[in-house]
């Protein structure tokens, strides 16, 4: 049975931002929910690859109100953060419901409403903080592939099992692709293709100077070079166009593994990859790290740009009072979408919908 609910607000998504903003809004005593697709918390997690670990140390993994459990140099693997989001929304009892997916956000009669199958929700505040990953973005010409070769976005990919026997063409050069193709390159020959990001980190993770420095490199990408100052807005543009430094994987790590890296993969020729180069890749796997694409095609409002991501200031969206962005890629420094940095975003936020004049 369709049923409508009244609520100050509705958080969408259940990731480490909606978890954030929900531990907020109960301290205000706000009556609020939180929606997501997956059967369960986390789960947005759990879907990565096997072997991902997290590039910030325990110590930065917390949420408001919780650190995150392990040791304070730990490096955790996905699973680890997922449970850890689990367990820190029992623990401060949030309004959690999973396996409900939002088709809708519109307007009406001045408040919001938002469509979960047959359900109405209205609210006065809506924080969408659905993540920094999208839709996986692949190139038009991804589908002109052969049959025979097994291809994979680094969205589906787990480990190496789910290749066929023989080489492996990993495209998009960034952390994920370097990260996956050192992984494939025990088991199966592979190739890395992609523009290099040129930076890569001077330290290896977990060393003696990285520990030294992280402490100094987080203060400054977070509270310094921010989205309010004219170089975090110069770095800004080139986090998002060019991508983050390499971290974990060094280029002497594939080479010494045996990965080649070869020039961008620009078109399939007779259902294989080619090079810009003009190389063409007899390979039987293609594993696309291309990145991702907005995902906000649900929201019915004009708050988006050309290129669909949303527009606003810090998260909060001018044209749409109550309508606020959380979670995303340097919303207001580069540490905005990592799970250690969404806690600053998510109380600015909580206290926009604490000063909102209009009635809940």
């Known amino acids: 049975m369709a049923r409508t609910e009244r609520f100050d607000a509705v958080i969408v998504g259940a990731g480490q931002a909606g978890l954030a903003v929900g531990h907020f809004l109960a301290r205000q005593g706000r009556s609020f929910v939180i929606l997501d697709a997956a059967d369960r918390i986390g789960d947005s997690w759990?879907?990565?690859?096997?072997?991902?670990?997290?590039?910030?140390?325990?110590?930065?993994?917390?949420?408001?109100?919780?650190?995150?459990?392990?040791?304070?140099?730990?490096?955790?693997?996905?699973?680890?953060?997922?449970?850890?989001?689990?367990?820190?929304?029992?623990?401060?009892?949030?309004?959690?419901?999973?396996?409900?997916?939002?088709?809708?956000?519109?307007?009406?009669d001045g408040r919001y409403v938002l469509s979960a199958c047959e359900d109405r929700l209205h609210a006065?505040?809506?924080?969408?903080?659905t993540g920094a990953f999208g839709r996986p973005r692949l190139p038009s010409f991804a589908s002109e592939l052969d049959a025979d070769v097994r291809q994979l976005h680094s969205d589906d990919y787990r480990n190496p099992t789910q290749?066929?026997?023989?080489?492996?063409?990993?495209?998009?050069?960034g952390n994920s692709g370097a990260e996956?193709?050192?992984?494939?390159?025990?088991?199966?020959?592979?190739?890395?293709?992609?523009?290099?990001?040129?930076?890569?980190?001077?330290?290896r993770v977990g060393s003696v100077p990285d520990r030294l420095l992280t402490p100094v490199a987080w203060l400054v990408l977070s509270r310094v070079l921010t989205a309010r100052t004219s170089p975090g807005r110069g770095l800004r543009r080139k986090a998002l166009s060019m991508g983050t430094p390499?971290?974990?994987?060094?280029?002497?790590?594939?080479?010494?593994a045996g990965v080649e890296h070869v020039p961008r993969t620009t078109e399939v020729?007779?259902?294989?990859?080619?090079?810009?180069d003009g190389r063409v890749m007899s390979v039987t796997n293609v594993i696309w790290c291309t990145g991702y694409r907005p995902d906000f095609d649900w929201i019915d409002l004009p708050v988006l740009a050309d290129d669909g991501t949303p527009l606003h200031d810090r998260g909060v969206v001018p044209s749409q009072p109550g309508l606020y962005f959380v979670g995303q890629h340097f919303l207001s420094s580069l540490t905005s979408a990592l799970i250690g940095g969404v806690g600053r975003d998510a109380r600015h936020?909580?206290?926009?919908?604490?000063?909102?004049?209009?009635?809940?």
């Open 269 to 276: 020729r007779d259902g294989l990859p080619v090079l810009s």
């Open 163 to 173: 290749l066929r026997d023989g080489p492996v063409l990993v495209v998009g050069a």
């Open 246 to 256: 390499l971290v974990r994987v060094k280029p002497q790590d594939l080479a010494e």
């Open 124 to 129: 006065t505040n809506v924080v969408v903080a």
């Open 180 to 203: 996956i193709a050192l992984e494939v390159s025990r088991t199966h020959p592979a190739w890395l293709s992609g523009r290099p990001t040129g930076t890569e980190s001077p330290f």
């Open 46 to 108: 759990r879907r990565r690859w096997d072997s991902l670990r997290l590039f910030t140390p325990g110590r930065y993994d917390g949420l408001p109100g919780r650190r995150y459990p392990g040791p304070a140099w730990s490096f955790p693997g996905k699973d680890e953060i997922a449970d850890f989001l689990e367990d820190y929304a029992q623990r401060f009892q949030l309004p959690v419901r999973t396996s409900v997916r939002v088709d809708r956000l519109a307007v009406s």
């Open 349 to 360: 936020i909580a206290k926009q919908i604490a000063s909102d004049p209009r009635p809940a």
